[in-house]
Every structure is written in structure tokens, then in C-alpha cells.
């Protein structure tokens, strides 16, 4: 007897263990939810307000452009003039870094023989503000709003380029306007579908606080469309196609992601249940007699 005794005071000492570690990791995980949905503008934007070079420096001749957009922001830009311009690139670069580095594609654009117009978005290089999603569509809106007023440059011989966040962007502007082409590299078909890949065992499409849905976008989008993505990993692949997809069918697109993404939630949650099931086993496998 008292060695039941003895087993079921162990027994239980176990069970309050397992009780313990499943609140703890309640808890973790109520906090890195927080944690994502307070600052998760940290892990979107990455802007650097330091340039490090200028068109110059790859003997290229520039013009520094300052803009203001519809809500009083003040941004700033390059305008880089090609002999005999065959139209005019303006480039929606990605979240992280500013303009300045992005020297190799602007001198690719104008090797192609086009006039480039690349700006910073709000809080990035020397354009005044903070980001955020809505402030980025304003900030494309008075770049387009420039070339076509100051620049005097007729709507089909403007390409709208986007890298990454910036393809959002661009797809967003070529909604409402109607430029000559659009161009998307390394885009995604919305960022609810990026975080969903990175942080699976999360709710992040509750959390998440901006959209960026390019594959939406891409369903009003005018004018001709364009994709590259990087194939070096599944997901990006699997993204850019959804992208491309959603180029020509908006709801197809969607749906190849999110049959990907269920299917990489299905898996995690279900190794998260093995787990625990197999936790359990152990805590409450009944005392030896």
C-alpha cells in the first residue's frame, strides 16, 4: 500500500508537471502573438535613411526630384535620363534599404535604352514620414502623379515596376491607372499569404494589420503584365505563381496559395498534436504496482 501510495503521489507530481508546461507554453505563445501584432510594422518595413552612393558614382547623369504627396509627406527621388528613351520606368522598390540600392537595376533599365524614375517611399532614404501601407500607394500615386504633370510623359509609355513589397505597390497604382505595362519581380500574392508560410502555427491572418494583396489588385490591374520570380525555394516559387496565375484568373490565384498554405498549417498543427499526444502518454501512463 505504501508503495501505491508512494507511485500515485509521483504520478500526480507528473501530471501537475505536464499541466504546468502546457500553461507555459500557453503562455509563450500568447506573447509572441502580441508580440508579432504590436510590432510587426518592424518586421515589414526596413527602411535605411543613410545613402550610400548616387547614379553618379556608376556614370550615370541624374536629377534629384522632390515630390510631395496628396497628405503633405515630402519625398525624394532620382530621375535618370537615356538618350533617345524608349518611355520611362517608375520603380517601386522592396521594403528594405532605400534607393541607392538599387543601382544595378536602374543601370540596367537605362542599358535598355529607358528613362528611370525611382523614389523612396515615406520614412525611407531622405523622404520624410513613416511607412505604412496606405502611406505607400499615396507615395506611388504622386510618383505616377509627377511623371504625368511635370515630366509631361503620356500614361503607355510609363512601365510601372515593383520588386517584392514593391509589386503590391505597383499593382495597386496600375489599378486606377493606365500605364503602359506592368512589370512584378520576386512578388507575392499578399503578405497575409507570406506571413502564413513563416509563421504557420499562428493566426496571423487575424493579426495581421496589412494587406498588400497584390493577386487582388492584379484583377483591376491595366495594361500589359509581366512576371519574374526567383525559383531558389518552393514557396517563392509557389508565390509567383500564384502571382502569375492571378495575373490571368484573380480567384485561381488565390487559390493555388491557399491550398499551399493549408496545407503546411494542416502538417504543422498535426505535428503539434503528435507531440502532445505523445506527452500525455507519458504523463498519464498509469503507476507501476
Known amino acids: 500500500m505504501k508503495s501505491l501510495g508512494q507511485s500515485l503521489v509521483r504520478w500526480k507530481g507528473h501530471l501537475m508537471l505536464g499541466i504546468w508546461i502546457v500553461i507555459a507554453i500557453a503562455v509563450a505563445y500568447i506573447i509572441l502573438a502580441g508580440f508579432l501584432f504590436i510590432f510587426q510594422s518592424r518586421y515589414v518595413y526596413y527602411p535605411e535613411r543613410v545613402l550610400l552612393a548616387d547614379p553618379g558614382s556608376i556614370g550615370l547623369d541624374f536629377e534629384t526630384v522632390r515630390f510631395e504627396t496628396t497628405d503633405g509627406v515630402k519625398l525624394s527621388g532620382w530621375f535618370i535620363p537615356s538618350d533617345s528613351a524608349k518611355g520611362v520606368i517608375l520603380f517601386c522598390h522592396g521594403n528594405a534599404g532605400n534607393l541607392s540600392h538599387r543601382l544595378e537595376s536602374i543601370q540596367i533599365f537605362h542599358r535598355l535604352g529607358l528613362d528611370v524614375f525611382i523614389f523612396d517611399y515615406r520614412g525611407y532614404g531622405e523622404s520624410e514620414g513613416k511607412p505604412t501601407e496606405n502611406g505607400t500607394y499615396e507615395d506611388a500615386k504622386a510618383a505616377w502623379k509627377y511623371l504625368i504633370e511635370t515630366r509631361q510623359v503620356i500614361p503607355s509609355q510609363i512601365i510601372v515596376f515593383g520588386r517584392s513589397l514593391g509589386g503590391a505597390?505597383?499593382?495597386?497604382?496600375?489599378?486606377?491607372?493606365?500605364?503602359?505595362?506592368?512589370?512584378?519581380?520576386?512578388?507575392?500574392?499578399?503578405?497575409?499569404?507570406?506571413?502564413?508560410?513563416?509563421?504557420?502555427?499562428?493566426?496571423?491572418?487575424?493579426?495581421?494589420?496589412?494587406?498588400?494583396?497584390?493577386?487582388?489588385?492584379?484583377?483591376?490591374?491595366?495594361?500589359?503584365?509581366?512576371?519574374?520570380?526567383?525559383?531558389?525555394?518552393?514557396?517563392?516559387?509557389?508565390?509567383?505563381l500564384g502571382v502569375l496565375v492571378a495575373a490571368l484568373t484573380p480567384w485561381l490565384g488565390g487559390l493555388i496559395f491557399d491550398l499551399t498554405a493549408s496545407y503546411i498549417i494542416a502538417m504543422a498543427i498535426a505535428t503539434v498534436l503528435f507531440a502532445v499526444a505523445g506527452l500525455l502518454s507519458l504523463l498519464l501512463r498509469p503507476p507501476a504496482r
Open 169 to 240: 505597390v505597383a499593382s495597386w497604382l496600375a489599378q486606377s491607372r493606365a500605364p503602359g505595362a506592368l512589370i512584378l519581380e520576386s512578388t507575392f500574392t499578399s503578405l497575409g499569404d507570406v506571413a502564413a508560410t513563416l509563421y504557420p502555427y499562428l493566426p496571423v491572418r487575424l493579426l495581421l494589420r496589412f494587406e498588400y494583396n497584390t493577386a487582388e489588385y492584379l484583377g483591376g490591374a491595366v495594361g500589359s503584365f509581366f512576371g519574374l520570380s526567383a525559383l531558389s525555394e518552393l514557396l517563392g516559387f509557389l508565390l509567383g
